[in-house]
């Protein structure tokens, strides 16, 4: 890999916790594609880290087992293989794992407080309203010859 990849702060993806794995991939490349493994696969152990710290961890683990990401427990995979050799793909998996904790970890969204509606917004709504039925009455069927 070229450089750590961050998920946030200061907490990066472990080289030494990351196990890859290179298969033969389908797509471009003509016949380089039936003799080379550009395919792509990365997992991580999310569960066995301690590269995380432990609410994030916890974190993860319930969003990334809520969305059916998470193999036999707690190993998160991501593959990779939309570049023709493998380092572009090695780049792109590392990447995507990095994106995906870095979502999984993220800290929940500040709850919504309601708020009440100013009274302008609801006047010139209903102002409008008033407008619009007026023109409509107005196409009515009279004489106006």
């Given amino acids: 890999m070229s450089a750590p990849y961050v998920i946030r702060g200061s907490v990066s993806l472990p080289e030494a916790e990351l196990v890859w794995r290179f298969m033969r991939s389908s797509g471009p490349g003509g016949q380089h594609v039936n003799t080379s493994d550009t395919q792509v696969e990365l997992r991580f152990d999310l569960a066995a880290t301690s590269a995380l710290p432990e609410l994030w ?8 087992a809520a969305g059916g990401r998470l193999v036999n427990g707690g190993v998160v995979t991501v593959r990779a293989s939309e570049h023709r050799s493998q380092w572009r793909n090695r ?9 995906l904790l870095a979502e999984a970890t993220a800290p929940p969204p500040r709850p919504r ?3 009440k509606v100013p009274r302008g917004v609801n006047e010139r709504r209903l102002r409008k309203k008033q407008h619009r039925s007026d023109l409509k009455r107005g196409r009515s069927g009279r004489d106006w010859s």
């Fill in 57 to 64: 961890k916890e974190r993860a683990l319930e969003r990334l």
């Fill in 91 to 99: 780049e792109a998996a590392a990447t995507r794992m990095a994106a």
């Fill in 113 to 115: 407080r309601k708020k």
